[in-house]
């Protein structure tokens, strides 16, 4: 049967390569312990031998290189490292077989590990790890400056020892006492990384650790002067085994961590101390000149690295600065306050929490610019900073959204300090602010909470952050839907409140997961008995909860900003419906209820424009309602609105009419084409003189402006009866229909699309 997979080696292991090895390697072995050849041996199977063997190491960490690709910059280093090596030793037995002095022909394997030194260093210390150093991720100079620091300090202990190898020409010993002190800070390197990193449990470390401490002795023997061995010589034949051997395991499953900036500053310093040593010892003692200026260079480098360690901690410090500071009003953002609060919440301490919501800010950003906005933005901020004493944080939550967390000690009692807190917050908006050159009057909407000193003990930390947020945002949203400025959270009025904030996440998951749904409800012909088009009425069919109407969660979607997204929601189902109707041969109008916001949102006809033309749908299939109250809050701005979207040919309709304030002058500027008698006219019409007179005055009125008048509530034959008495045109109610999904109403249309007799004249 064929072998199967080694279980230790990396799928598709290159064999060729280890088998090159296993041939090249004793031939290369036995050369280079041969008399004569401390680098490479001359004879010509020797050179080949050991060529043959570079190529073949080479070959496997390319290999490793390019087929593991969260650890190519390792890999990829350590082969360019090994090829520049192996480049040093043949150019050396070449030199030595044209018959170069073996001083001079030696000088290229020196001088290459040397060379290779920065390349396997960068590599190695980004083993697993990511840099966090702009200036030098990899952490090279540090590196390079601790290999000087080693070569001054053997050249300061050979000359104080007196070793023959102090005698050698510099271009002879340097090469040494180099590949000694970049062998020595790879060594120290891998050493770090198996006791102090993470690393320690992958076999692949250790051999990596051992590629390094083979040619390492072996160096260190030879600047000891013990020539009685062959190790110096086998030394570097074994450290490529070992490499060898890594590249070709299976790597163990571990997590990238970020490299320690730590450790480079502890390195520098340790690095210019040990520099500062040599060149206090060479002043005192005469040393070397290399001695010297290697330790100059190491603390230069050392230093240099230092300053730039120095440099990225400030900035450091900048970007955690600005990390929790408010781009727009220079205070506190979300993040800083949601600390502040944890930190008084851990320790026990008294806290009151305020958050502000100004009222109508979208108005400002619709009508004057968002540059505009931002300007009142940065007005509160100052104006509010202002007022608060020391320790005491305002902070920006977003938007239009404002917190001031205050630590309650030296007053009263925490309730006592949230009523004053919470008045002295609303004082501040007593004057109006000058955007623009325009004079704005802006209200806000103040919900205050407290927590006492200690209390509750068992509830610290984000768990007690979580639930101050969502007592302060009840209480200010109970200011905002009471219409007073400052509300202090009560939990015996405020106790349903707490999921609220919850429920609005869900509403904008709902806009997403198409939980959002609508259900019609006829219009029906009174004249001509037969369904002439519905309303689409909104619904949320929560996973938990159920089928909401819209009472449940509109209000929370006007005071949160959500308006303008579900109303698009809600036109884009109605056009596409009513688009599909229309294939299926049936002509229905389809009408959507527009809020407030939605009149001051100027955007609003050209999108309605796009979806009517994405759907071929005529303009006259939709009709947009609005209540009088909404259509006449900013009668500027809602009739330039409401005249853009009538220019586009839908219908405009004002709803519940006779509810509001609409003066006969409004009435007649509108450019609406129809009228919704509200239901409580429509309930009282059989039973109440004064309401049947205003319906059929309000009628009258509405055919001498072309309006059409539909009647809402329409509950029993009765009332239908008197309704076309009257020559109203529409009705819509329960008499006819609930409100019901596409699907039933094509059903229902099916059956009772036309009036009972009942209602012939």
């Given at each position: 049967?064929?072998?199967?997979?080694?279980?230790w080696?990396?799928?598709?292991a290159?064999?060729?390569?280890?088998?090159?090895?296993?041939?090249?390697t004793?031939?290369?072995?036995?050369?280079?312990?041969?008399?004569?050849?401390?680098?490479?041996a001359s004879?010509?199977?020797?050179?080949?031998?050991?060529?043959?063997f570079?190529?073949?190491?080479?070959?496997?960490?390319?290999?490793r290189?390019?087929?593991?690709?969260?650890?190519?910059?390792?890999?990829?280093?350590?082969?360019?490292?090994?090829?520049?090596?192996?480049?040093?030793?043949?150019?050396?037995?070449?030199?030595?077989?044209?018959?170069?002095?073996?001083?001079?022909?030696?000088?290229?394997?020196?001088?290459?590990?040397?060379?290779a030194?920065?390349?396997?260093?960068?590599?190695?210390?980004?083993?697993?790890?990511?840099?966090t150093?702009?200036?030098?991720?990899?952490?090279?100079?540090?590196?390079?400056?601790a290999?000087?620091?080693?070569?001054?300090?053997?050249?300061?202990?050979?000359?104080?020892?007196?070793?023959?190898?102090?005698?050698?020409?510099?271009?002879?010993?340097?090469?040494?006492?180099?590949?000694?002190?970049?062998?020595?800070?790879?060594?120290?390197?891998?050493?770090?990384?198996v006791?102090?990193?993470?690393?320690?449990?992958?076999?692949?470390?250790w051999?990596?650790?051992?590629?390094?401490?083979?040619?390492?002795?072996?160096?260190?023997?030879?600047t000891?002067?013990?020539?009685?061995?062959?190790?110096?010589?086998?030394?570097?034949?074994?450290?490529?085994?070992?490499?060898?051997?890594?590249?070709?395991?299976?790597?163990?499953?571990s997590?990238?961590?970020?490299?320690?900036?730590?450790?480079?500053?502890?390195?520098?310093f340790?690095?210019?101390?040990?520099?500062?040593?040599?060149?206090?010892?060479?002043?005192?003692?005469?040393?070397?000149?290399?001695?010297?200026?290697?330790?100059?260079?190491?603390?230069?480098g050392?230093?240099?690295?230092?300053?730039?360690?120095?440099?990225?901690?400030?900035?450091?410090?900048?970007?955690?600065?600005?990390?929790?500071?408010?781009?727009?009003?220079?205070?506190?953002?979300?993040?800083?306050?949601?600390?502040?609060?944890?930190?008084?919440?851990?320790?026990?301490?008294?806290?009151?929490?305020?958050?502000?919501?100004?009222?109508k800010?979208?108005?400002?950003n619709?009508?004057l610019?968002?540059?505009?906005?931002?300007?009142?933005?940065?007005?509160?901020?100052?104006?509010?900073?202002?007022?608060?004493?020391?320790g005491?944080?305002?902070?920006?939550?977003?938007?239009?959204?404002?917190?001031?967390?205050?630590?309650?000690?030296?007053?009263?009692?925490?309730?006592?300090?949230?009523?004053?807190?919470?008045?002295?917050?609303?004082?501040?908006?007593?004057?109006?602010f000058?955007?623009?050159?325009?004079?704005?009057?802006?209200?806000?909407?103040?919900?205050?909470?407290?927590?006492?000193?200690?209390s509750?003990?068992?509830?610290v930390?984000?768990?007690?952050?979580?639930?101050?947020?969502?007592?302060?945002?009840?209480?200010?949203?109970?200011?905002?839907?009471?219409?007073?400025?400052?509300?202090?959270?009560?939990?015996?009025?405020?106790?349903?409140?707490?999921?609220?904030l919850?429920?609005?996440?869900?509403?904008?998951?709902?806009?997403?997961?198409?939980?959002l749904?609508?259900?019609?409800?006829?219009?029906?012909?009174?004249?001509?008995?037969?369904?002439?088009g519905?309303?689409?009425l909104?619904?949320?069919?929560?996973?938990?909860?159920?089928?909401?109407?819209?009472?449940?969660?509109?209000?929370?979607?006007?005071?949160?900003?959500?308006?303008?997204?579900?109303?698009?929601?809600v036109?884009?189902?109605?056009v596409?419906?009513?688009?599909?109707?229309?294939?299926?041969?049936?002509?229905?109008?389809?009408?959507?209820?527009?809020?407030?916001?939605?009149?001051?949102?100027?955007?609003?006809?050209?999108?309605?424009?796009?979806?009517?033309?994405?759907?071929?749908?005529?303009p006259?299939?939709?009709?947009?309602?609005?209540?009088?109250?909404?259509?006449?809050?900013?009668?500027?701005?809602?009739?330039?609105?409401?005249?853009?979207?009538?220019?586009?040919?839908?219908t405009?309709?004002?709803?519940?009419?006779?509810?509001?304030?609409?003066?006969?002058?409004?009435?007649?500027?509108?450019p609406?084409?129809?009228?919704?008698?509200?239901?409580s006219?429509?309930?009282?019409?059989?039973?109440?003189a004064?309401?049947?007179a205003?319906?059929?005055s309000?009628?009258?009125?509405?055919?001498?402006?072309?309006?059409r008048?539909?009647?809402?509530?329409?509950?029993?034959?009765?009332?239908?009866?008197?309704?076309?008495?009257?020559?109203?045109?529409?009705?819509?109610?329960?008499?006819?229909?609930?409100?019901?999904?596409?699907?039933?109403?094509?059903?229902?249309?099916?059956?009772?699309?036309?009036?009972?007799?009942?209602?012939?004249?």
């Amino acid at each position: 049967m064929p072998a199967g997979p080694c279980p230790w080696l990396l799928p598709g292991a290159p064999r060729w390569a280890l088998a090159v090895l296993a041939v090249a390697t004793p031939v290369a072995a036995v050369g280079m312990v041969a008399p004569g050849a401390p680098f490479l041996a001359s004879a010509g199977p020797a050179l080949s031998s050991s060529v043959a063997f570079h190529v073949g190491a080479c070959a496997a960490v390319v290999w490793r290189a390019r087929r593991v690709r969260h650890e190519r910059e390792l890999w990829a280093r350590l082969a360019l490292a090994t090829l520049l090596t192996a480049l040093g030793i043949v150019s050396s037995g070449l030199l030595d077989l044209v018959g170069l002095p073996a001083a001079v022909a030696a000088l290229p394997a020196a001088w290459a590990p040397v060379a290779a030194f920065p390349i396997a260093y960068a590599g190695l210390v980004r083993w697993n790890r990511y840099g966090t150093s702009l200036a030098d991720p990899n952490d090279v100079l540090n590196g390079s400056a601790a290999v000087l620091a080693v070569v001054a300090l053997l050249d300061v202990v050979l000359d104080r020892t007196g070793s023959r190898l102090s005698t050698l020409p510099w271009w002879q010993l340097q090469p040494l006492l180099a590949q000694d002190g970049a062998l020595f800070v790879l060594v120290g390197t891998a050493l770090s990384m198996v006791f102090l990193g993470a690393m320690g449990r992958d076999p692949r470390t250790w051999l990596v650790l051992a590629a390094f401490i083979a040619p390492l002795s072996g160096v260190a023997m030879t600047t000891a002067g013990s020539s009685t061995t062959a190790w110096p010589a086998l030394a570097p034949v074994v450290g490529l085994l070992c490499l060898v051997l890594a590249a070709v395991l299976r790597p163990a499953p571990s997590d990238p961590q970020p490299t320690d900036p730590a450790a480079s500053t502890v390195g520098a310093f340790v690095v210019i101390a040990a520099s500062t040593a040599i060149l206090v010892t060479g002043a005192v003692s005469d040393s070397s000149a290399v001695a010297t200026w290697c330790a100059a260079a190491a603390a230069t480098g050392a230093s240099v690295r230092l300053l730039m360690n120095v440099r990225e901690l400030a900035q450091l410090a900048v970007s955690r600065r600005e990390a929790l500071t408010d781009e727009l009003t220079g205070l506190a953002n979300r993040r800083a306050v949601l600390r502040r609060v944890e930190e008084l919440c851990g320790n026990g301490d008294p806290v009151v929490l305020a958050l502000l919501d100004l009222d109508k800010f979208k108005e400002v950003n619709d009508g004057l610019g968002h540059s505009a906005g931002d300007d009142l933005l940065r007005l509160v901020a100052e104006r509010l900073r202002s007022t608060l004493g020391a320790g005491e944080l305002l902070g920006r939550l977003g938007g239009d959204e404002f917190a001031v967390v205050v630590r309650a000690d030296g007053h009263r009692s925490p309730a006592d300090r949230a009523v004053r807190l919470g008045a002295e917050l609303d004082a501040q908006f007593a004057e109006p602010f000058e955007v623009g050159g325009l004079t704005l009057h802006v209200a806000v909407s103040i919900g205050v909470t407290h927590r006492d000193a200690g209390s509750p003990t068992g509830d610290v930390g984000s768990a007690t952050r979580a639930s101050l947020l969502r007592q302060a945002d009840a209480a200010m949203y109970d200011a905002k839907r009471s219409g007073g400025s400052v509300v202090v959270y009560d939990p015996a009025r405020h106790v349903d409140s707490s999921g609220r904030l919850a429920m609005v996440e869900e509403l904008r998951q709902a806009l997403v997961t198409g939980e959002l749904v609508l259900h019609h409800q006829p219009q029906v012909d009174i004249a001509a008995r037969r369904t002439v088009g519905v309303e689409a009425l909104l619904r949320w069919a929560h996973p938990v909860r159920g089928l909401l109407g819209p009472a449940e969660f509109l209000p929370l979607a006007e005071v949160h900003g959500l308006m303008g997204a579900i109303t698009d929601e809600v036109l884009s189902q109605a056009v596409t419906q009513a688009a599909c109707w229309r294939r299926q041969g049936r002509d229905l109008r389809v009408s959507v209820n527009l809020s407030a916001s939605n009149l001051l949102d100027t955007g609003l006809p050209q999108r309605v424009a796009d979806l009517l033309g994405r759907h071929d749908l005529p303009p006259s299939s939709l009709v947009l309602e609005v209540t009088e109250t909404v259509l006449l809050s900013d009668p500027d701005r809602s009739l330039a609105v409401v005249g853009a979207l009538a220019d586009l040919g839908t219908t405009v309709s004002i709803d519940d009419f006779g509810t509001g304030y609409a003066s006969l002058t409004y009435l007649h500027q509108l450019p609406v084409g129809e009228l919704k008698l509200d239901r409580s006219f429509t309930a009282d019409l059989l039973t109440d003189a004064r309401a049947a007179a205003i319906v059929a005055s309000t009628v009258r009125l509405a055919h001498q402006l072309g309006l059409r008048v539909v009647a809402e509530g329409v509950e029993d034959p009765a009332t239908l009866l008197h309704l076309r008495a009257l020559d109203c045109d529409e009705s819509q109610g329960y008499l006819h229909s609930p409100p019901l999904p596409a699907a039933e109403l094509e059903r229902w249309l099916a059956v009772r699309g036309e009036l009972p007799t009942v209602v012939q004249a």
